[in-house]
């Protein structure tokens, strides 16, 4: 078996999602976007897809290196794209993550049998987290949120309060200086609403100093939260190390950390966090797999980060005391999450009443594109 060809399709689509000038995005209208899905094309009849994928890396870097190479040697085409990646900065790891999410989309559709089984199966559910857009408005309307989500079935609730976003002025801001007391405010309301028996996160996204992490993670551990995320930059270990130590709740990091499972290690050795995070933009889905096999080695939680098939797979893969939970949102008020996007003809992670996300039983990743659509917007 031969990889003949591998090709980025962009379409036509839509988004409600703004990006400023600070990097996060804001909520607003729908306006047009551009999406992609890489396809790898073999002599067999046999493809594998993934949403996403940058074109150029695709036809300069990845294309000489893979045509021609059996698709079914994943983990030798992942070294090889890694290398590559390491040297020269392209491929990039959310890159060698697409091609290797479409390889083993590819491997599931030729054996006709699920990602989650191929990498060892360990359930068929996985319990969600209901996962809020940041900036939603006051301690009110995420307390509102929070006790609809659990209405729903959500056992659980991660709150992403004010992100590059100052809530006295109502504008985009900085990542730096966050608003610790404003975002404690915020979680205080949502336990107050819910009661004791949900499972609450704080994911404040990198915006707070050292000091200002400490703080939170001691009012956090007043209020029973389970797990505090990614509070600081991650560029500077000492200062996990430092906040692991002086708090009692779980640091759940790092997420946006290049060097993937290899990186990630270092942060097991360096004491630098309690439960370890990551998803496929650091390595797809083989990347992914190393660490938490590492993870599951040392007794620590690989909680994986952001929504889509793969983590649902890889989720499933692996036992509940090592991947507790799957990232579902994120979600707002008066927006129908279970609504696929207009090229998918079925959300890759529907949920039950009970607040667990099914994994696919179809070939593959099981994402059920919608070429009519595709092929309609094609670019
Ligand atoms: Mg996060």
Request: glycine share 10%; aromatic share 10%.
């Amino acid at each position: 078996m031969k990889i003949t060809d591998i090709e980025v399709i962009h379409f036509r689509t839509t988004t409600r999602g703004h990006p400023t000038k600070w990097g996060y995005g804001v909520w607003g209208d729908e306006v047009e976007s551009v999406g992609a899905i890489t396809k790898i094309s073999t002599d067999e009849g046999v493809d594998g897809y993934m949403i996403g994928g940058n074109k150029a890396t695709m036809e300069t870097v990845v294309k000489p290196l893979i045509l021609g190479e059996n698709p079914l040697h994943r983990e030798k085409i992942w070294h090889w794209l890694d290398q590559m990646s390491t040297f020269g900065h392209r491929p990039s790891e959310g890159e060698i993550g697409v091609v290797d999410c479409a390889l083993w989309d590819l491997l599931g559709r030729k054996a006709g049998v699920p990602v989650y089984q191929l990498l060892g199966g360990a359930r068929d559910q996985v319990k969600a987290y209901a996962s809020t857009y940041p900036n939603l408005g006051g301690p009110e309307v995420y307390a509102e949120h929070a006790l609809a989500c659990k209405a729903e079935g959500y056992k659980a609730y991660k709150v992403h309060a004010y992100i590059c976003w100052n809530p006295h002025t109502e504008a985009p801001a900085p990542q730096l200086p966050g608003f610790p007391k404003e975002d404690v405010e915020i979680c205080r309301a949502v336990r107050e609403a819910v009661g004791d028996d949900m499972v609450l996160m704080l994911d404040p996204f990198g915006v707070y100093t050292l000091d200002e992490a400490i703080w939170v993670g001691r009012e956090l551990e007043k209020l029973n939260y389970y797990w505090l995320e990614h509070p600081m930059i991650e560029t500077r270990v000492e200062s996990y190390r430092r906040l692991t130590r002086a708090v009692d709740i779980a640091i759940c990091s790092p997420e946006h950390v290049p060097g993937g499972v290899f990186s990630r290690a270092e942060w097991i050795l360096q004491g630098a966090c309690d439960m370890m995070r990551t998803d496929i933009n650091y390595g797809g889905i083989t990347g992914c797999w190393k660490l938490i096999n590492i993870c599951q080695a040392y007794g620590i939680q690989c909680e994986l980060h952001g929504t889509g098939a793969p983590h649902v797979h890889l989720a499933c893969a692996a036992p509940e005391a090592t991947c507790r939970y799957y990232e579902r949102g994120l979600l707002r008020p008066g927006v129908d999450y279970n609504q696929p996007p207009p090229y998918l003809k079925a959300i890759t992670d529907p949920i039950d009443s009970e607040g667990n996300v099914i994994v696919s039983q179809n070939p593959g990743l099981g994402i059920e594109y919608d070429w009519d659509y595709i092929e309609a917007n094609r670019i």
